[in-house]
């Protein structure tokens, strides 16, 4: 959630950001319902404290058996008062909060400025894409020949963009969660094995609600959500908490199926297994001060960046412009890995600082040695997704023959199996 005191103190500041965006909100309207609420604060404070003094003086006149019936009578009208001022408080303690829920964070300066995916710069690439004596297929032809994608029978149990994952994929998956789970937590991250179901606070704490309720799919009458990512529970792990300066930062990693009703994405990636309701996904979550924030954002993409350099799949880095940042996002780094079978790099991982933007949302604090308290910095990346890797292993490492060669880093998970052969005929 945007910070209301900056909004007050420097209007500028949020207009500019909302300007790069490419976004429509206006501040008049949020503005005029805080000052609204600060004026009826201000009554009610008024109030309260005409209330105290009378009722002291009711005190004083009673021991002095004095005549208190003005004074009852009074006071009285100052209480009907406060209740009824007090219920116009909370309506108007709602109403700012549920319009301030809908403004983005606050790009940082060095966010390049654009207006669409188009306009991201590249600012890294590792390795080179493969070479073929043969004309790459996509990774649906390749895994449906191998007998180890089923997109029929999965859209007949369930519907469209459901993949069901048979024999050396379904391995192949198993063996990706575990190697990246692995890696992780070999470079300083805690394993997390969250909840797959959360309540509406959290999904209000990272930003999914109420902007994003049109593509989250939600138990029927019960306040319970299926993740649409690792993110939502991990980060609300501390909501509502003071960290300790000296724990921080504090580094998780997790494993979670992610759910997503892609409402936004109507048409788009229709053919295997790019944009999925339902897929698998490792994150990286981080807490921290805001001074390590920026240093932290650098090291959570190499540690996602590693994962693809130990497969040995080609990629490249780009910064995500204005006008293609995420709601919550306040700098992000996409990681795009190479599908020679589309000729075309995709998005496997996001990197993301989130500033205090979800720390103010979901009160996540940390106190620091000098007693006092203050909002941590949040931050987040795929580490990776892990239905894309398994895409790009399958483009990557198909043979002339239809076959799929296992990455070496992956045999170990394998159990013994270093390709995925055609089935006899």
Not at 156 to 176: D, N, S
Not at 179 to 198: C, K, N, Q
Not at 218 to 234: G, I, R, S, Y
Request: hydrophobic share 40%.
């Amino acid at each position: 959630m945007i910070d209301l005191k900056l909004l007050r103190k420097n209007p500028e500041v949020v207009a500019e950001s909302l300007r790069r965006r490419r976004s429509n909100l206006a501040l008049d309207s949020l503005l005029l319902k805080d000052q609204t609420r600060r004026d009826l604060q201000k009554q009610g404070d008024d109030l309260r404290s005409n209330h105290k003094r009378r009722s002291e003086e009711l005190a004083r006149a009673m021991r002095m058996k004095a005549n208190v019936d003005t004074l009852r009578s009074e006071l009285r009208g100052l209480s009907a008062k406060i209740s009824a001022l007090e219920d116009e408080q909370r309506k108007a303690d709602a109403e700012v909060e549920d319009e301030a829920l809908l403004f983005p964070n606050l790009l940082l300066p060095d966010v390049p400025d654009g207006a669409t995916g188009d306009d991201n710069p590249v600012v890294s690439a590792w390795g080179g894409k493969p070479p073929f004596s043969f004309a790459p297929k996509n990774h649906w032809d390749v895994g449906e020949a191998l007998g180890i994608l089923d997109f029929e029978r999965a859209a007949k149990v369930a519907r469209a963009r459901f993949t069901c994952l048979k024999g050396g994929a379904a391995r192949l998956e198993r063996a990706l969660i575990s190697f990246m789970m692995d890696l992780h937590a070999s470079r300083g991250y805690t394993e997390i094995w969250p909840p797959f179901l959360v309540n509406g606070a959290s999904m209000r704490g990272t930003g999914q609600l109420p902007k994003f309720r049109a593509d989250l799919f939600k138990c029927e009458n019960e306040d319970l959500w299926l993740v649409p990512t690792a993110e939502v529970p991990v980060t609300n792990l501390h909501a509502d908490e003071i960290l300790t300066e000296d724990k921080l930062p504090v580094r998780y990693c997790a494993y979670t199926p992610c759910f997503r009703a892609e409402a936004g994405a109507a048409g788009k990636d229709t053919r295997g297994m790019i944009r999925q309701h339902q897929f698998d996904k490792v994150e990286l979550v981080k807490f921290c001060r805001p001074e390590e924030s920026a240093a932290e954002l650098e090291q959570l993409r190499l540690d996602a960046e590693e994962v693809l350099r130990r497969l040995n799949l080609h990629y490249r880095v780009v910064s995500l412009c204005s006008g293609d940042l995420g709601f919550s996002a306040a700098k992000t780094y996409d990681i795009e890995v190479w599908l020679p079978g589309q000729a075309a790099y995709r998005e496997i991982s996001s990197c993301s600082t989130f500033t205090d933007f979800q720390a103010r949302r979901a009160m996540i604090r940390y106190r620091a040695k000098s007693g006092e308290t203050a909002l941590v910095h949040t931050l987040n990346g795929s580490g990776l997704a892990v239905g894309r890797t398994l895409v790009a292993v399958l483009e990557n490492y198909q043979q002339s023959d239809g076959s799929v060669v296992i990455p070496d880093a992956l045999r170990p998970y394998m159990g013994g199996i270093t390709q995925i052969s055609l089935p006899p005929k």
